[in-house]
């Protein structure tokens, strides 16, 4: 019986040593998976093009913090071996999950610090067993997976999960049928559906009617909450999408459907009850409470106000003004209001204008300040970017006591990081309003105080993403100042550079100029390329040949350049792309590569001729109705292009001259000065008032906010 018992010791033992080895194996393995983790991510990040703050709190986090983390995990007795070997593999997923999202682009580099944060406060939190939906609520679908990966051999690591789905949901609330369809067994499914409703309701509807999963569908019709319960009721009905907006006046009983039926009849009586409903909204938030259906609510206003103002509006631009803006003769000042705001970059300049100054009529001897307390300063910072890009904001500043002024752009420009989804967007309203500011001493000093404030602000903090947006606006109010007074001093050479074309960057090897025209087979189209080649009638200065695709323009003296114009064929059967398709890829065959790409034809064939610009082209020319609003493709394709654009209307009358002047400029071998082009343009309108009103809307580079903006964010100017 000794020897058994000595047996049975010697086997326990054997069996705890070997345990114990594989233990050491598997923590060893942990460790330097880790440690490949942390080379790995670190020599990716070495040459990646990064705000330099971030890069070095990321290079802290990954030698530094992460070393700390496995001295605290490998050294602390107290944790037994299996939690040791969890929270090691924990740590590795993390960093892997978290190298693949920046590296792709998934994550914005801007939320490496938060994320660093949160993951600590989970990893204690996961650790420990406390509560952590708190730190996953606002986290958003990319760091939320991140969670997800980190933690999942946790015994938390499926709700994780399951809270992350919430998170995606928040974002792509269409897609949130088909994932419960395809997940029966999801655990917050009515927390999805909600979310659903309250964001895209059109899409619960819409599935309602033609389900693919009944079951799902059933899950909808049970649902407790009154606003799901209140789509479900209007699902069926004939008219739903008149009632969709109305879906929480409907839920209150505060609406009936007869009495959207009756305000429907008359489009101002529609309108001012989706205005209504805004303004309910505004109210709310202003007293600390979150209403619902904030999101389809202000989607639907921005819709009504397109549908029945803004495009009528600027499709009767050439009737009279009582029947082009007689939609707004019903309205109230908050309806305008939005119909204005609303109208944004869509809006022709003499429709902005004339909706302005109506709107402004009866703060004449008020103040233009009591217009915006009136709205409670609803979407302050999109009215003064508009009242900046369309000219009118000097006259609204005036009009508005000093003090009023003073504090309207204090808010105007505080705070903008604080949407880190769209800073960018918050940052281009502030600068469209440069122009107006800079001429003003008191108040461009003002701005610039209010910018370096700020930008020492959000460095104390520090959020890097607040940094780099001040930074910009810094580049952005010295580059306006050195377009509207010449003070040249300081301006960033990647601004300074919009001030003229050189003429240099246009030449191929062979000293020619290259250009290509697009042209459409509509009847604008035909008639535009028609009126093109008026300007080249001079046989002795222009060559002009043609084949079944396209024709070639060249000069017979001076500089030589080269123009490649497709044909205005037929666009019923695509023959006009056919020839454009025939004509680049000529191009491409012959090794010629534009730097001068014209665009001749409606807003809607834009992209069109968009998708043929690339690294090559140095000047893009975008004379139609929305060229304003391509500029960030133009940008994304060609980081140098500078764009001339229109807000308006583009015309022949405007883009015969102007491409004749820059030919001209070409031929003679000269850089374009574009506020010197401006001023022979505007001189040669003089007796042209129509030709004169046109040209207003056209936006030199020199001008061009947006693109400029866009470009300076994308490069890391300020790094």
């Keep these: 019986m000794f020897k058994s018992i000595l047996l049975s010791v010697a086997i326990a033992c054997a069996c705890f040593t070997v345990n ?55 050294n602390n007795a107290a944790i037994p071996e299996d939690k040791k070997l969890l929270a090691l593999n924990s740590h590795a997923y993390f960093l892997k999950a978290f190298q693949v999202a920046l590296i792709s682009g998934d994550l914005d580099e801007y939320h490496v610090r938060e994320l660093r944060l949160r993951y600590f406060e989970m990893w204690d939190c996961v650790r420990n067993d406390k509560p952590y939906d708190h730190i996953m ?55 999805v559906i909600f979310i659903c409703a309250n964001r895209r309701p059109g899409v619960l509807v819409d599935y309602l009617k033609k389900p693919s999963s009944e079951a799902v569908k059933d899950r909808i019709i049970a649902h407790p909450s009154p606003l799901v319960q209140t789509l479900v009721r209007i699902a069926p009905e004939r ?28 489009p101002s009586e529609y309108f001012k009850l989706l205005v209504d409903n805004e303004m309910a909204g505004v109210n709310q938030i202003a007293a600390g409470q979150a209403p ?22 600027n499709i009767y ?108 967007d918050e940052v281009m309203n502030v600068a469209e309003s440069f122009s107006t500011m800079v001429k003003d001493s008191a108040l461009s000093a003002l701005v610039e105080f209010e910018i370096d404030r700020n930008y020492r602000r959000c460095e104390k903090l520090p959020s890097f993403y607040g940094m780099k947006l001040y930074r910009i606006l810094d580049n952005m109010m010295v580059a306006v100042k050195a377009s509207e007074t ?76 080269n123009i490649y114009a497709n044909l205005p064929l037929s666009n019923d059967e695509d023959l006009d792309k056919k ?19 014209i665009h001749r034809g409606h807003s809607y064939h834009l992209q069109g001729s968009v998708q043929y610009i690339d690294s090559a082209v140095f000047l893009a020319i975008l004379g139609s109705c929305g060229g304003y609003n391509e500029i960030f493709e133009v940008q994304r394709r060609s980081h140098e292009a500078q764009v001339i654009s229109t807000k308006q209307v583009g015309s022949k009358m405007v883009n015969e001259p102007m491409i004749r002047m820059i030919n001209d400029n070409f031929l003679h071998q000269k850089d374009i000065v574009w506020t010197e082009l401006w001023e022979q343009l505007d001189k040669s309108f003089k007796n042209n008032a129509k030709a004169k009103t046109l040209f207003q809307d056209y936006v030199p580079p020199n001008k061009n906010i947006g693109l400029q903006v866009a470009r300076i964010y994308n490069e890391e100017i300020g790094e």
């Design 317 to 424: 631009h050439e009737k009279s003004n009582e029947v082009r803006f007689s939609g707004l003769s019903n309205l109230r000042t908050q309806d305008i209001y939005y119909v204005l705001i609303l109208g944004d970059d869509i809006m022709y300049t003499s429709s902005y204008l004339f909706t302005y100054n109506k709107l402004m009529e009866p703060y004449k001897k008020l103040g233009s300040d009591s217009l915006l307390r009136f709205m409670h300063y609803s979407q302050a910072r999109q009215f003064v970017k508009l009242a900046g890009r369309y000219n009118t904001l000097s006259s609204f500043l005036k009009q508005m006591p000093r003090d009023t002024l003073m504090r309207l752009m204090r808010f105007f420009i505080s705070d903008l990081e604080q949407k880190s989804d769209n800073g960018i």
């Design 20 to 74: 114990a080895q594989d233990n050491n194996i598997y923590m060893k393995t942990a460790n330097l998976d880790i440690d490949n983790a942390q080379t790995s991510f670190l020599a990716a990040i070495k040459n990646k093009k990064m705000d330099k703050g971030v890069k070095n709190l990321l290079t802290r986090f990954l030698t530094i913090g992460t070393d700390s983390i496995q001295n605290v995990i490998n």
């Design 239 to 266: 008219n739903v999408k008149n009632y969709l907006p109305f879906a929480v006046q409907l839920m209150n009983n505060e609406l009936t459907l007869a009495d959207i039926d009756k305000a429907r009849q008359t």
């Design 137 to 191: 609520k606002n986290l958003g679908p990319v760091r939320s997976k991140l969670m997800a990966i980190a933690f999942k051999d946790y015994p938390q690591g499926k709700r994780i999960k399951d809270l992350t789905v919430i998170s995606f949901a928040q974002t792509y609330p269409e897609r949130v049928p088909a994932y419960l369809a395809a997940n029966p067994d999801y655990y917050f499914t009515d927390s």
């Design 579 to 597: 020839a454009q398709d025939t004509l680049v890829k000529f191009l491409r065959q012959q090794e010629i590569h534009p730097h001068v790409i």
């Design 486 to 561: 010449g003070e040249k001093k300081d301006v960033d050479e990647r601004l300074s550079a919009y001030l003229r074309l050189p003429f240099k960057s246009l030449q191929d090897q062979n000293g020619h100029v290259n250009e290509l025209v697009l042209f459409y087979g509509d009847e604008d189209g035909i008639s535009s390329y028609q009126s093109f080649l008026t300007s080249f009638t001079d046989t002795e200065l222009w060559k002009i040949e043609k084949n079944a695709s396209w024709i070639t323009i060249s000069s017979r003296k001076l500089n030589p350049v």
């Design 292 to 313: 619902l259906y904030r999101i389809p609510s202000r989607n639907y206003l921005k819709q009504y106000a397109l549908q029945f103002y803004v495009d009528p509006m």
